[in-house]
Structure formats: C-alpha cells, structure tokens
Nanobody
Framework: QVQLVESGGGLVQAGGSLRVSCAAS????????MSWYRQAPGKQRELVAS???????NYADSVKGRFTISRDNAKSTSYLQMNGLKPEDTAVYYC??????????????WGQGTQVTVSS
C-alpha cells in the first residue's frame, strides 16, 4: 500500500509563487508516475502536470511556462512549483501516483488534497 501526503498549500496574492509537496510512504516496488491534479468548486478534476521515472514531464496548457513538476526519487516525493499564480489557479490540488506494489499488483494512490487560494 502507498499513502500520499500533500503539504504546502495556502493563500497567495496573484503573481505570487507557491510550492506544494507530495510525500509517498508505504510498501511499493516502484512509483512509475507522479502527477498533480486540481479541482475547483463546481468543476471536474483536471490533470495539471505529471512526471515519469525517466524524467519526462507534461503539463496542462493552462499552466505551461508557470508550473514545474519535479520528483526526488530518494525521498519518494514530488513537487509542484507554481509561479505567476492567477486567481483561476485556485483549487484543491491533489497528488496522484501510479505505483507497482511488491506483490505485482498496481495501485493508483491519491492524496487528501491541499487548498491553494490565489487572491486578486
């Protein structure tokens, strides 16, 4: 099993920066992909960014050039650096991990979410 714990959310002014973190713990053979999603009130959860083992990344068009996803494999932690924040970035940000368990099964794990609020 894998547990994900997010931290770093908060309130920032438009144009500001924030970094959210996702720490994974538990028994897993490998974390294949780590991603960040977000969900604003009344809207569907959307993929913001993801990073695979080889380091390749992808981003939603709305955050390209402003957000950067990274991972520290030694710490089993992913980070989402958010710069140039806009009010429309306000959402609950969720960490996601696609993992291969020691028993050979796969698991998609979700964190509890961390609130990011950007004031105008």
């Amino acid at each position: 099993q894998v547990q994900l714990v997010e931290s770093g959310g908060g309130l920032v002014q438009a144009g500001g920066s924030l970094r959210v973190s996702c720490a994974a713990s538990g028994i897993a053979f490998r974390i294949n992909v780590m991603s960040w999603y977000r969900q604003a009130p009344g809207k569907q959860r959307e993929l913001v960014a993801s990073i695979i083992n080889g380091g390749n990344t992808n981003y939603a068009d709305s955050v390209k050039g402003r957000f950067t996803i990274s991972r520290d494999n030694a710490k089993s932690t992913s980070y989402l650096q958010m710069n140039g924040l806009k009010p429309e970035d306000t959402a609950v940000y969720y960490c996601n991990a696609e993992v291969l368990l020691l028993g050979g099964n796969t698991q998609t794990a979700w964190g509890q979410g961390t609130q990011v609020t950007v004031s105008s």
